[in-house]
């Protein structure tokens, strides 16, 4: 899966030249070229990473920071704020509102795109080694193999993809909507009622010899990968 970097910036020749440079990185990008178009694009789309500027119609970029931060599907994605040099650089820093970087306009193109990179590395550490762990769960990616307490689980493939999703993002509670542009993609349709059969499939596999179930299903909202039994590792 490409991951998705969202641009907010009213400046549309910048804009342009952002999503150019971002593409042909590999990264899927969306725009918003205000503040309340920002937040309507992160909800459609929760992206992975987010260019930010600062000064921006209808709500600024620090409003639009606060709102990411309060929401689940994006609390913890990666910002980089945009400033020009005569506007508030160390207020911004100042203010400490959650972004993750910063960057003063006019900016080298090469080094923004080195920094997504990296906020995007670190955003996903667990990626970098091929592995996610939770509790007694482990799931490699490089072998493309589960394993519960040392022992082998076979998964097929959707089981797989849903139950690295939802280990890439503990704790969180997806609808089945989110799963399914999450796991399948946006593009392809499939019944929502499809991802209760891939979740149970994927519980019963999990659960073979009576391990503690570890993914929660949520009444009318969805399902998470959480067990108070076990901390997440
Ligand atoms: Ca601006």
Sequence with gaps: ??????????????ATMLRYNLEKEGYNVTEAADGEEAVTVADETPPDAVILDWMLP????IEVCRQLRRKNETRGVPIIMLTAR????????????GAD??????FS????VARVRALLRRAKPSQ???????????????????????????????EFRLLQY?????????????????VWGPD??????????????????????????????VRAAGYALDNSDEPVA
């Design 58 to 61: 209808r709500m600024s970029g």
């Design 1 to 14: 899966m490409k991951p998705t970097v969202m641009i907010v910036e009213d400046e549309a020749s910048l």
């Design 166 to 182: 939802l280990m890439e993002r503990p704790g969180t509670v997806f609808s089945r909507e989110e799963l399914l542009n999450g």
């Design 109 to 112: 193109m090469p080094e923004l």
């Design 86 to 97: 005569s506007e508030e650089t160390d207020k911004v820093r100042g203010l400490n509102v």
């Design 188 to 217: 392809i349709y499939v019944e929502p009622r499809t991802v209760d059969v891939h979740i149970r499939r994927l519980r019963k596999a999990l659960n073979l010899d009576n391990g503690a179930d570890v993914i929660r299903t």
């Design 128 to 158: 970098a080694k091929g592995q996610l762990v939770f509790g007694d769960i482990l799931l490699d990616l490089d072998a493309h193999k589960v394993s519960r307490g040392g022992k082998y689980i076979h998964l097929g493939p959707t």
């Design 101 to 106: 970087d910063y960057m003063t306009k006019p």
